[in-house]
């Protein structure tokens, strides 16, 4: 190969070779910085690429905390833009403030390092802020710097910078700023990047707030719905409690204690002058039964102002109006008060209160809570109240309803006394003139009878024929006597008819019932005697001493006991003579009153022959009788349920055993609210 001498080129083919490997060469030379020139951009987007990564993988790790995200944006800026400083701040709309803080040599302290004025003539960062545009300042040495800036540039030797504002809905929330102390440090690409770590700061500054937004609601549901729980818990207990309050406001003060963080809570209601003391749970001291409605006590206030009362602090100024709470605060501490009143169509009926020894004022939640508590106290107390009353109308309604009932059988019996009035009144009047000619006929003709013997006797008859007229005129003498007792039993039984169509007479008083009923032993037992001498009974009695005195008509009642009673003298009398005087039988007759609240029972007793089962349940009909024909009218029983249950608006019934014992239980109201019939005299 021939040499080439330098300054002077080949020749023709020689060159044209020459040529060829020099353009190979620089060719390659292209290659190899086009090569290294690609790889450096390569290894600069993997760079970045794991920059992002990483930064969104912290900020996938700190959903709840921006500052490590803050941090990692901070170091990548300063490695990855050759930056020397690099700053995160956070503005509001008079302030910005730096939160982070790095430079080449870490993160540096945030001492003195203030709330800054927004200015924009004043500062860089506030130009970005108002702007709302990213501020790039290549080169601080061609502008004038603000005081602000120049005090930076002296002490840190900035010579560019580059602000980016962090927007959300238009409105800057912050800035990232990256500087260096050299001169034009960013190109577009770098500030591409930066804007990029700008964005992913926006994105955990949202996140955090995103987190913060879903754990306050997260706060709210967790917290409405235990304060819904507690008022559904109260509204449970209304509704199982509607005639008692005490248990709904026991559960109003735990749960008011519990929902509203208090020491202690208390229900006072209104009693009279006074607020009394009614529920309380917790475990401050509580000795005071009542205050005085006043405003020197919290209760009280809210009571006369009805309003809610909120004394932050006892024993600050604002305190001084409840002179009462701040001796309770002295004496067991308590600092802060809450009481609302429960009102009822706009009046104070009592007043809940929370009490907490700490300096803690109740929050809006919890004194909206405890209002919510007050109108279910109020419920809680209208619905008792609306039940007593309901109660009370009710047994008004029975009462009347009862009344009514009485008023109906009344009225029937009164027609059915108007009817019996009516035939009695017409027996009266087309029977009692006959009856009355045959009864003194009858007994004048019986004298007449003697007369006629004694005449007869003076005669002088064959002895036949006296033996005849004799026998004739005793017979005559019989006859007429039967005719004699015969109408005397009618007129008894027309006397007896219009004894029971009169109903009752007398006045309507209060009387010892002991004394009716002892009186009326000792005129039944004298009347059997005087009709038989022969007539032995023993009576007893076993009065009640507080038996006292009930409104009746004496004489009606005087006259059911003497009935009653007659009835057993009948009855012991029958099974006397059925076992023929047998030594084994002794006649009983026992009457017994016992007092039973509002009533008083009369029992009449005896150990007669008892009333068969069929005739049981017609006893108290009228012109129903056991006796046999011609010894009881009928009308005794009837008589005497008329005036027990239609007059006085008691009860009659009887107990009985064939051939062992009959038991009448009479039931009188103390106050039985008895009523004449029209036309009879009170």
């Known amino acids: 190969m021939k040499k080439i001498r330098a300054g002077k080129l080949p020749q023709g083919g020689a060159a044209r070779s020459a040529a060829s490997k020099l353009k190979a060469r620089d060719q390659k030379s292209v290659l190899k910085l086009e090569d290294a020139r690609l790889k450096r951009l390569l290894e600069t987007a993997q760079l970045q690429q794991q920059a992002s990564a990483d930064i969104l993988r912290v900020i996938s790790q700190s959903p709840a905390d921006a500052q490590p995200?803050?941090?990692?944006?901070?170091?990548?800026?300063?490695?990855?833009?050759?930056?020397?400083?690099?700053?995160?701040?956070?503005c509001d709309d008079e302030c910005f403030w730096t939160i982070t803080w790095w430079g080449t040599e870490g993160r540096l302290p945030l001492v003195n390092m203030p709330r800054v004025k927004i200015d924009p003539a004043a500062n860089f960062p506030s130009r970005a802020i108002v702007q709302k545009k990213t501020v790039h300042l290549p080169d601080w040495s061609l502008i004038e710097l603000p005081p602000h800036e120049r005090m930076i540039q002296d002490r840190l030797g900035i010579q560019t910078a580059l602000f980016m504002p962090l927007l959300r809905d238009n409105k800057c929330i912050g800035l990232l700023s990256v500087a260096g102390t050299r001169a034009n440090l960013f190109g577009e690409k770098d500030i591409a990047l930066a804007e990029s770590f700008r964005d992913q700061a926006l994105i955990a500054i949202e996140n955090v707030r995103l987190f913060d937004e879903a754990q306050a609601k997260a706060r709210d549901l967790t917290e409405a719905l235990t304060y819904q729980t507690g008022s559904a818990n109260i509204l449970n207990v209304i509704a199982s409690s509607p005639t008692d309050v005490a248990p709904v406001l026991k559960a109003i003060v735990e749960n008011a204690c519990e929902l509203c963080e208090a020491d202690d809570a208390i229900v006072y209601l209104r009693d009279g002058q006074y607020l009394r003391f009614s529920a309380h749970h917790g475990p401050l001291e509580f000795t005071v039964e009542k205050w005085p409605i006043d405003r020197a006590s919290a209760a009280g206030r809210a009571f006369v102002d009805r309003e809610s009362v909120h004394i932050h602090d006892v024993l600050s100024k604002e305190g001084e109006q409840v002179p009462a709470g701040q001796l309770a605060a002295r004496r067991i501490g308590v600092r802060t008060m809450l009481s609302v009143p429960l009102l009822r169509k706009g009046e104070s009926i009592g007043t809940i209160l929370l009490r907490r020894t700490q300096v803690h004022p109740f929050s809006g939640k919890q004194v909206a809570l405890l209002k919510t508590f007050a109108d279910q106290a109020v419920i809680a107390l209208g619905n008792v109240r609306l039940f007593e009353e309901v109660q009370a109308k009710t047994r008004e309604l029975e009462q009347s309803l009862e009344d009514l009932r009485t008023a109906q059988d009344r009225l029937v019996q009164t027609e059915k006394l108007a009817s019996l009035g009516q035939l009695t009144a017409g027996i009266a009047h087309e029977i009692k003139n006959p009856l009355n000619f045959v009864n003194n006929f009858s007994a004048l003709s019986l004298d007449l009878t003697d007369e006629l013997k004694d005449i007869l006797a003076q005669a002088e008859l064959a002895e036949q024929l006296r033996?005849?007229?004799?026998?004739?005129t005793e017979m005559l003498k019989d006859n007429l006597s039967k005719i004699v007792r015969h109408g005397k039993r009618a007129d008894s039984i027309v006397k007896n008819m219009l004894l029971h169509s009169r109903e009752g007479s007398g006045e309507h008083r209060p009387a010892d019932i002991n004394a009716l009923v002892d009186e009326s032993l000792n005129l039944a037992y004298h009347g059997a005697r005087a009709e038989n001498s022969d007539f032995q009974?023993?009576?007893?009695?076993?009065?009640?001493p507080v038996a006292g005195a009930v409104e009746v008509f004496p004489q009606e009642i005087t006259r059911v006991l003497l009935n009653l009673i007659s009835n057993g003298f009948y009855a012991v009398s029958q099974r006397r003579a059925a076992a023929s005087g047998a030594a084994d039988f002794e006649p009983l007759v026992t009457a017994t009153t016992r007092a039973q609240g509002d009533q008083v029972e009369i029992r009449i007793r005896d150990n007669g022959t008892g009333i068969p089962p069929e005739a049981r349940e017609k006893i108290f009909n009228p012109f129903f009788t056991t006796k046999p024909a011609g010894e009881g009218t009928g009308l005794g029983l009837s008589m005497s349920h008329d005036i027990i249950v239609k007059q006085h608006g008691g009860s009659i019934e009887v107990e009985t055993e064939p051939g062992a014992f009959t038991e009448f239980i009479v039931t009188l109201r103390r106050k039985s609210g008895a009523q004449k019939l029209p036309g009879e005299t009170k």
């Open 467 to 472: 033996n005849d007229v004799d026998e004739l």
């Open 69 to 90: 995200v803050f941090d990692v944006i901070a170091q990548t800026a300063i490695r990855l833009l050759g930056c020397n400083r690099a700053f995160i701040q956070r």
């Open 537 to 544: 009974v023993t009576l007893h009695r076993d009065f009640d």
